[in-house]
């Protein structure tokens, strides 16, 4: 504390010639204080609610972090800040992971309640997908929207995509059946998305195009096959047969 005191008084002389010198006329004093935690109330899906003391200058993030997170079955999506009985803000945290930002992030305050309802949906995304797993979906949004949120197709993606939706149907005993329905990605920013849907983006196989040589060669094997590809070339591949005196072992006529 004293050598920042000196130091500040240092910086500060340059401007203020009143601090320094052997009769100074101003003065300058550093002391520290504590700051006052306050308390937040984290219910519903987190690991450990109840009553937390955090820092008072405490985000909603840094706040759920020290309530435990968010459990599974909470939903990332509709996080409510609730401030003298009143809902001040209802956060989406997807903004916040996909592309780092929290638009509507607010400071806590002493006394707020953070409320983490259960997630009201489950859509599962795999395949030929960069985060594939268990995205949730809002009313209104698209399939388009939830592969965005799994960080877009891989480069090996097609443009086939699976999409298995629960449908009411009144000939089954249960009274729903599974639908499947083909589509590609462009259609998906037209599709909406439903509560339990499962989708599917299928990738691009890769062709299993060779050529096998075998018998009396100095390579045998296989060789990917290209287009115009003709016998001079596969043997030349091989090990070629212009050699003086390997070409002697081969039975030519045959």
């Known amino acids: ?49 109840g009553v937390f003391a955090i820092h008072p ?17 909470g939903s990332l ?14 956060v989406d945290l997807y903004d916040y992971f996909v592309n780092g930002m929290l638009s509507s992030d607010i400071q806590l305050r002493d006394q707020d309640i953070v409320v983490v309802p259960p997630r009201l949906s489950e859509v599962l995304i ?5 985060r594939p797993g268990i995205y949730e979906s809002l009313d209104g949004e698209f399939i388009s929207d939830i592969i965005h949120y799994a960080g877009g197709v891989k480069v090996n993606s097609s443009d086939i ?14 009274g729903y059946s599974f639908k499947n329905n083909y589509t590609n990605l462009i259609e998906t920013k037209k599709i909406k ?25 100095k390579a045998e094997g296989k060789y990917k096959y290209f287009n115009g590809m003709s016998l001079r070339d596969v043997l030349k591949l091989s090990g070629g047969i212009e050699d003086s005196t390997f070409v002697h072992t081969i039975y030519t006529k045959r």
């Open 77 to 90: 999506r509709n996080i409510k800040i609730v401030r003298d009985n009143s809902v001040i803000n209802n």
């Open 193 to 217: 998305v439903k509560k339990a849907d499962k989708i599917f983006i299928y990738p691009i196989y890769e062709e299993l195009q060779y050529i096998e040589i075998i018998g009396q060669v």
């Open 1 to 49: 504390l004293v050598s920042a005191q000196d130091y500040l008084k240092s910086q500060f002389g340059k401007v203020y010639s009143t601090l320094v010198g052997v009769k100074p006329t101003s003065f300058i004093d550093l002391s520290l204080g504590s700051l006052r935690s306050i308390n937040v109330n984290f219910v519903g899906q987190v690991n450990f609610p």
């Open 126 to 130: 795999d395949s030929a997908i960069t």
């Open 57 to 73: 200058f405490s985000s909603l993030i840094t706040g759920l972090i020290q309530s435990g997170g968010v459990k599974r079955e």
């Open 161 to 174: 995509v699976l999409i298995s939706s629960i449908n009411k149907d009144k000939s089954r005993i249960s």
